[in-house]
């Protein structure tokens, strides 16, 4: 069984930093696309990030382009998202996901999710 | 790029069907054949339901399919059942490697 899960949430003041991971345990994770998808209170999910299996590749939603980073540490089973110049609109509940694809190179769609880790982004 | 337009809520009775829109534009949905449908009880994981407009991931009930014409796909959910009562979001590919989500529809089961 796939389990993913994520930590790292909390409060965090506007401009700060926070680092969320999010550990992997049934699947192959050096084998896998991984994401970070979020949902803001009320809204409804935005995908964030993808990350290739060998993390030489990454891809962004432009609102957070230069602002957060995904990178990964197969070794340890670990996806992270090092996020900075935080805003009030980032505040969310920050899921990952493995990315799977149908054919081709680059995911179709997402697979397993963890159940969130909340980031509130308030003074 | 703006996000997939689902309605806000549907509801059925147990047994009857419904059926969810999800409404993009030329270069996501209408583009691209990756259309995906997730089922979300609050506070817990997402779950994949339909992959590429109409393909079922191992373990998903035959009851629910998805199709897709023009810039608009569709999950039907037959013979509703209570424990389906959720948030369901609609997901495509789009240009430059990028995904986009609906708002999400709230099924209720009356």
């Known amino acids: 069984e796939v389990q993913l899960v994520e930590s790292g949430g909390g409060l965090v003041q506007p401009g700060g930093s926070l680092r969320l991971s999010c550990v992997a345990s049934?699947?192959?994770?050096?084998?896998?696309?991984m994401s970070w998808v979020r949902q803001p209170p009320g809204a409804g999910l935005e995908w964030v990030a993808n990350?290739?299996?060998?993390?030489?590749?990454?891809y962004y939603v432009d609102s957070v382009k230069g602002r957060f980073t995904i990178s990964r540490d197969n070794a340890k089973n670990s996806l992270f998202l090092q996020m900075s110049s935080l805003r009030a609109d980032d505040t969310a509940v920050y899921y990952c996901?493995?990315?799977?694809?149908?054919?081709?190179?680059?995911?179709?769609?997402?697979?397993?999710w963890g159940q969130g880790a909340l980031v509130t982004v308030s003074s | 790029q703006s996000a997939l337009t689902q309605p806000r809520s549907v509801s059925g009775s147990p047994g009857q069907s419904v059926t969810i829109s999800c409404t993009g534009t030329s270069s996501d949905v209408g583009r691209y054949n990756h259309v995906s449908w997730y089922q979300h009880h609050p506070g817990k994981a997402p779950k994949l339901m339909i992959y590429?407009?109409?393909k079922r991931p191992s373990g998903v009930p035959d009851r629910f399919s998805g199709s897709k014409s023009g810039n608009t796909a569709s999950l039907t959910i037959s013979g509703l059942q209570a424990e389906e009562e959720a948030d369901y979001f609609c997901c495509s590919y789009a240009d430059n490697h990028i995904f986009i989500f609906g708002g999400g529809t709230k099924v209720t089961v009356l």
């Open positions: 590429n407009v109409n």
């Open positions: 990350i290739k299996p060998d993390g030489s590749d990454t």
């Open positions: 049934g699947i192959t994770f050096s084998s896998y696309w």
């Open positions: 996901a493995t990315g799977l694809y149908d054919s081709g190179w680059y995911p179709d769609y997402f697979d397993s």
